[in-house]
Structure formats: structure tokens, C-alpha cells
């Protein structure tokens, strides 16, 4: 299937003097889901894994290529760890295998997948802008792995992978280069004039693994600028039940955006609750 990425993203026609209220509603709804959270028993449904900081493209929306931030490449023995944390939790939620980069420049890639399908039931996706798709990748990924594959050349590239595949789990996205998407916590340009003070659900849902084991506080965190722990010292148990994590939603569920998120302008929810 083949979708305009700002239908997919359920992105609202109003301007943002419009958009603005709209959003503290939702928030408020949002909100309410979250007031006796406990991370002992609510554990985040999403985790995502940088295997690497790289990407192969220059995109206006994404700080990639155009500030100073951490570099590398995780060590296999840390992934296998982030791993068997994610087994001894009995984990079950989703598996990102992308963070900040374009994934399939690690070309260790498919021996990740196979590594985190030997050791949890998981559904794991990857996003990627598919310049580096060969047929032979391709055979070589399981079909039970989703590939949300973010096209910048008009379609050009869905073109060529629908002819190399033989099944695998795609969702086709056309994009533009020079789309508006957030300031990534003011890392890029922003047309809102004030970052919002809002309620977020990241810290509630998600945990981010960078190459390095530091755990930042969400995928806007580029410069790891707030840590919530280290995967290689810590458990992720540890870490989502840990001050760093608690400090920050004590915060957010008083709307309270304070450090990196004093910068953000995300509107701090993915779906439409009214």
C-alpha cells in the first residue's frame, strides 16, 4: 500500500491558531489515562534500538547531518543484553530497530532481527528510506518484520522494491524532502512561535536505546541532552522504574515541559482521542 505521509499521520487541515486548542483537549484526555502510573507494572509498549547514528540522506526536517551529537556504533554484545533484558521482562510490545539513522547502513541488520526473534514474541518494524534495498536483503529479512519504507525520490524507490519483492511486510510511504515535521526539541527551524505546554505520552509509552547504552529521554533527544539511564550499567526495568523517568512524568502530568521539552514543539500524542 502506498499513503501521502500527512494522511497517515492524521495531520489536521486548521491552521495552528486553531490547531492549538484543539490539541490542549486531546492532551487533557490524554492526561487522564496517566494519573496513577506505575512503571513496575505499566511497562512501555515501544522500545527503539540505534545499532548506529548514520544516515545517507540530508532531509530539512531532521537534525541528522546538521548539528554536533554523540556518534558510533553499538557493540553486538550490548544489543544481545538490550535483548535479553527485553526476555527476562517478557516483553511483548513493539521493537523498533531505528533511531535517528538509516538503519540498513548496519549491515549487521538481519543478524539483529534474527537475534531478537530468537529471544521475544515482538513485533518489530523499521523504518528506512530504502536506498539500500537489494533484492538479496530483501530475501534475507523475515516476513513477520514490517518495513515502513519513507520514499523522498516521487516513488522511484517503492517502484524498484515492489519488482524485487517476494512477500515481505511493507507499508509504502511518498515523502518530501522538505517537509515541516516538528523543531525536534530545537534542533531545526520551527514556525510556532512558542513551544507548546502540553501533557507528552513519550515517556509513558516509549523507551530509546542509543549506540552507546544511554537511554535519552525520546527520539527528539539528538544530543542526549537528558538521560534517563545507561543499558549497560542498568536493567531497562531499572531504568523505566528509575528518578530520571519519574522527575519527568511528575512534570508532564502537570503539563509542565521543563529542560529538553521547554524546547519541543511536538504536540505530545499520536493519535486523534476526541
Known amino acids: 500500500m502506498v499513503f501521502s505521509y500527512s494522511a497517515w499521520r492524521g495531520e ?7 490547531k492549538y486548542p484543539l490539541f490542549k483537549v486531546v492532551s487533557w484526555r490524554m492526561k487522564k489515562k496517566y494519573p496513577s502510573f506505575n512503571p513496575d507494572e ?5 522500545i527503539a534500538i540505534q545499532t548506529q547514528t548514520e544516515c545517507n540522506y540530508d532531509c530539512s526536517f531532521c537534525p541528522n547531518n546538521k548539528i554536533e551529537r554523540p556518534h558510533g556504533t553499538m557493540k553486538k554484545r550490548l544489543f544481545k543484553k538490550i535483548i535479553e533484558d ?3 521482562m517478557n516483553y511483548t510490545g513493539t521493537v523498533f530497530l531505528h533511531l535517528m539513522n538509516e538503519p540498513f547502513i548496519d549491515k549487521r541488520m538481519v543478524d539483529f532481527i534474527d537475534i531478537a526473534r530468537s529471544r521475544i514474541r515482538s513485533k ?52 518530501s524532502d522538505n517537509e515541516y515535521l516538528s523543531n525536534r526539541a530545537g534542533n531545526v527551524f520551527s514556525p510556532t512561535k512558542s513551544p507548546y505546554k502540553l501533557f507528552c505520552v513519550r515517556p509513558f509509552r516509549n523507551i530509546y536505546v542509543g549506540f552507546d547504552g544511554r537511554v535519552p529521554l525520546c527520539c527528539q533527544d539528538w544530543k542526549f541532552e537528558e538521560v534517563m539511564g545507561n543499558a549497560r550499567k542498568q536493567s531497562l526495568q531499572e531504568i523505566w522504574s528509575g528518578n530520571e523517568y519519574e522527575k519527568k512524568r511528575k512534570e508532564l502530568l ?21
Open 42 to 46: 505499566h511497562t512501555f509498549e515501544y
Open 124 to 175: 518489530i518494524i523499521i523504518f528506512t528510506n530504502g536506498s539500500l534495498l537489494t533484492e538479496e536483503l530483501i530475501k534475507r529479512i523475515p516476513e513477520d518484520v514490517k518495513i515502513l519504507l519513507n520514499d523522498y525520490t516521487g516513488g522511484k524507490i517503492i517502484e524498484r522494491v515492489k519488482v524485487m519483492n517476494a512477500g515481505l511486510n511493507f507499508i509504502f510511504r511518498v515523502r
Open 86 to 88: 527485553l526476555a527476562d
Open 254 to 274: 502537570k503539563s509542565e515541559r521543563n529542560g529538553l521539552c521547554a524546547k519541543c514543539d511536538w504536540r505530545g500524542f499520536t493519535e486523534w482521542v476526541l
Open 12 to 18: 489536521h487541515p486548521l491552521p495552528l491558531a486553531l
